[in-house]
C-alpha cells in the first residue's frame, strides 16, 4: 500500500537537472546549428531560458543559463555563437564544458 505512495513522491524528483556534457552539446548543435539564421539563433535559445550576451569588440555572443538541481548546487550551461562577416548566420558554434558549483 505505501508503495504507490512512495512512487507518487518521487515522480517530480526524475525531472531534477543531471549534469550529461553530451547530451548537451548535441542540444545545442541540433537547436543552432552553423548556417541558422541569428536572429533565429538567438531566438531559439531564449525560448528555452538562455540569456545572450555579445562578448566585448569581439563579434561572438555567449548564451548562458542557470540550471538548479534538487541537490545543493547549480549549473551554468554556456553556448558560444560566432556569426559570419555579414552577421546573418551562425558560422560556429562552440558547447564550453558545464560548470557546476555548490556547498
Known amino acids: 500500500m505505501k508503495s504507490p505512495f512512495l512512487l507518487l513522491m518521487l515522480i517530480p ?14 542540444y545545442a548543435t541540433e537547436t543552432v546549428p552553423a548556417g541558422t ?14 540569456r ?8 561572438t555572443v555567449s548564451c548562458t543559463r ?14 558560444q555563437l560566432q556569426p559570419d562577416a555579414e552577421k546573418k548566420i551562425v558560422d560556429t558554434v562552440k558547447v564550453p564544458a558545464i560548470a557546476c558549483a555548490g556547498l
Open 13 to 26: 524528483l526524475t525531472s531534477c537537472y543531471t549534469l550529461n556534457q553530451e547530451r548537451f552539446t548535441n
Open 37 to 50: 539564421a541569428w536572429n533565429q539563433a538567438i531566438s531559439r535559445l531564449a525560448a528555452d531560458g538562455f
Open 52 to 59: 545572450c550576451e555579445a562578448d566585448g569588440a569581439v563579434a
Open 66 to 79: 542557470l540550471r538548479q538541481s534538487l541537490l545543493p548546487y547549480t549549473c551554468i550551461e554556456r553556448i
